[in-house]
């Protein structure tokens, strides 16, 4: 069977930006409440950044060094940059006229403008003109541009205002930066019920007259570059990985310029002026409608009081009884314990650490941290461990991309404090999220283990749906300790008892379970494959999926964001379905579900099926063997597989078409399925 027709494979860029794409669905769909509207624009703008920042960053030095070698789709890097460029040209279009033409007077309709400087009444003007006066003027410092004082360096993601200026006929260029130190979007008094706001570039520009005094304006452009933030980092040479990410990071702001945006009411000569500055094509060029850089409105979001009515009904996450702080080790030393985030209190998983931090019959405690947020009491908690005597192991992962400082900050109070701290393993990430406490019982030495689909973060735990599983089954607890050996000291990693772990593990683990399915369904037996991830990328794995399906394995899968295999396609993938869901949660679960002739295995972990998840991470997946667990496992899929009102189901042409909507929410059926389960004991 021949699988490399392009026409069997999405590009991977393409399809993310499809994933983009319907997030911006839920920002134009008026049936999402309207500040969760303004949530999800926020939310593209800020996708898109990290999209410039690694990917088309990526693309553009592939290009630079020659490299022409089509992808599994045929697009080669110079058509993938074309492609991409004219597929977000077309989003931020549409994100913009769903931003001015529908939101925005939403807004204003429920009382909250955001005015421009010349829709101000007298009092709202002279309230801004003290405040330019007192706040804002001190801390601007126009740059002026002539042969004397060159154009100045704009630092990634920083938005700003280039003034053309004039003097007894002579023209003159400078650039004003808009201070990231004050807030950007200012509230004006409203004499009425409502709110009113200003964007701080809107007070600058109209303001201008008082920073070049003497001198007339006559042209003004508000614009904002992307540069290329990916690191380099070559671990071979690196002496100390810590010292380099830190030297990294530091340089990011000075990558290579990958985007501009500018505002489209700004006077050509200006554009052009930039554009020229800053060498940067007409295909890397977005003029924008609008407020540059849209993701300041999650803030914002945030920021309005009241209209409770204009958000998502609140969920309050769910406790877990048997979960409490003082009861843990009880608890789990029983049975294991399946928690489903954000329905159920991530609080279950600090109430397992403080009790280990003052548990004397703690020896040790071994954690991976991939993200976490930035007063983590995780980490304050391993902190008071160390300090309490306990043996504390924390692997830090410092290329956690765009986290990195972060975590650099945490490592280094770790250390501080007496912990043990890795900070990664040379050539690979750690993405697992595993907990191992070791303590002393009456019978010897006992393991508790928690693993998870999602970070130790308590602030993403509210918004991210993600699984974890307490347990102290001894199989699990003597893999964890092998992989902790593994990550901290020099020993081979052991054949695991129950664990996949990547490199390798994962996708011969994953290979194994589906040749298993093919040989079922070649004999008459029960086969079939249901599997719920972020992203499938990975060309080998989805080869093997072809293959799974030409045998008549019926498989079904909820992919979140990037897929590039095609489902439908006559003789190829043809018992393959494929559904995205894109809702009020970031969907971050990941679940693996095997027919198995009748005797269902799951999986649940940390991977995606992406290469560098199967290749080059340090990824885990672990088996939920309990009847009750791996029923509710099985719910959940079920659940998420009869959902409607979010759902986009991936055709065979890579494109995707919404589902029709019957007021099944996903995120409401699961807050109220959770909800059962723990009033009935089930969990």
Request: proline share 4%; net charge negative.
């Amino acid at each position: 069977m021949n699988l490399d027709k392009p026409t069997y494979y999405t590009n991977r860029e393409l399809s993310w930006l499809e994933f983009n794409s319907r997030v911006l669905e839920e920002a134009i769909d008026e049936t999402v409440p309207l500040l969760e509207r303004l949530k999800f624009i926020s939310i593209v703008s800020s996708n898109l950044d990290e999209f410039f920042m690694v990917r088309i960053a990526g693309l553009k030095e592939q290009v630079l060094a020659g490299f022409s070698t089509p992808d599994a789709a045929g697009l080669t890097p110079i058509k993938q940059l074309k492609l991409t460029s004219i597929r977000i040209h077309d989003m931020t279009a549409l994100q913009y006229k769903c931003y001015s033409d529908d939101i925005l007077p939403s807004l204003g309709n429920k009382g909250i403008k955001i005015l421009e400087y010349n829709e101000l009444d007298d009092i709202q003007r002279d309230y801004i003109e003290n405040y330019f006066d007192d706040i804002i003027l001190p801390v601007l410092t126009p740059m002026a541009i002539d042969a004397g004082r060159p154009f100045p360096f704009i630092s990634n993601k920083s938005v700003n205002i280039a003034f053309m200026i004039e003097r007894n006929g002579k023209k003159n260029n400078a650039i004003v930066r808009v201070p990231n130190v004050i807030p950007r979007i200012i509230k004006v008094p409203d004499g009425l019920t409502g709110e009113s706001y200003i964007f701080i570039e809107s007070v600058i520009t109209s303001m201008a007259s008082l920073l070049f005094k003497g001198f007339n304006i006559i042209g003004s452009a508000c614009f904002r570059i992307t540069r290329d933030a990916d690191l380099s980092i070559e671990e071979d040479d690196a002496s100390d990985l810590l010292l380099q990410i830190e030297q990294q990071v530091k340089e990011r702001q000075w990558g290579s310029p990958v985007r501009l945006e500018i505002s489209r009411n700004s006077d050509k000569v200006t554009r052009d002026f930039i554009m020229s500055a800053l060498q940067i094509s007409e295909d890397d060029t977005y003029y924008i409608d609008g407020p540059i850089d849209l993701s300041e409105m999650m803030s914002f979001s945030y920021r309005i009081e009241g209209h409770d009515e204009l958000r998502y009904k609140t969920q309050i996450p769910l406790n877990t009884p048997e979960l409490e702080a003082g009861h843990m080790f009880e608890a789990i030393s029983k049975r294991d314990y399946l928690v489903h985030l954000p329905y159920q209190s991530f609080d279950c998983v600090l109430n397992l650490l403080d009790e280990a931090a003052d548990d004397p019959d703690v020896l040790a405690i071994k954690q991976v941290l991939y993200r976490v947020s930035g007063d983590s009491p995780v980490v304050k908690t391993l902190i008071r461990a160390a300090n309490n005597g306990k043996q504390v192991t924390v692997l830090v992962e410092l290329k956690a991309r765009f986290d990195e400082e972060n975590n650099i900050t945490w490592a280094r109070r770790l250390e501080h404090a007496g912990c043990h701290v890795v900070y990664g393993i040379l050539g690979l990430k750690v993405h697992s999220k595993v907990l191992l406490i070791i303590r002393k019982e009456p019978d010897g030495i006992k393991r508790y283990v928690h693993m998870a689909s999602g970070n130790y973060n308590d602030k993403t735990a509210r918004l991210y749906t993600d699984l974890g599983f307490f347990t102290s089954r001894e199989s699990i607890g003597a893999d964890a300790s092998s992989l902790f050996n593994n990550l901290t000291g020099y020993a081979i990693l052991p054949e695991m008892k129950k664990l996949a772990v990547s490199p390798d593990g994962i996708r011969n683990f994953l290979c194994k379970a589906i040749d298993n399915e093919i040989r079922n369904a070649s004999e008459g037996r029960p086969a079939g494959i249901r599997i719920k991830v972020n992203s499938m990328s990975d060309t080998r794995m989805v080869r093997k999926f072809y293959e799974a399906s030409s045998s008549g394995v019926d498989i079904k899968m909820i992919v979140r964001g990037i897929c590039c295999l095609r489902p439908g396609i006559r003789k190829i993938s043809s018992t393959i379905e494929v559904k995205s869901i894109v809702g009020r949660y970031l969907e971050h679960s990941r679940i693996y579900y095997f027919e198995n002739g009748g005797n269902p295995v799951v999986y649940v972990g940390s991977a995606d099926m992406m290469s560098r998840n199967l290749d080059r991470r340090v990824e885990t997946l672990f088996p939920v063997e309990s009847p009750e667990l791996k029923k509710r496992l099985i719910d959940i899929l079920d659940i998420q597989w009869a959902e409607t009102d979010k759902t986009r189901w991936l055709k065979s042409d890579g494109k995707y078409s919404k589902a029709e909507k019957t007021g099944k929410e996903v995120h409401v059926e699961l807050y109220e399925y959770n909800k059962s389960i723990l009033e009935n004991g089930s969990f």
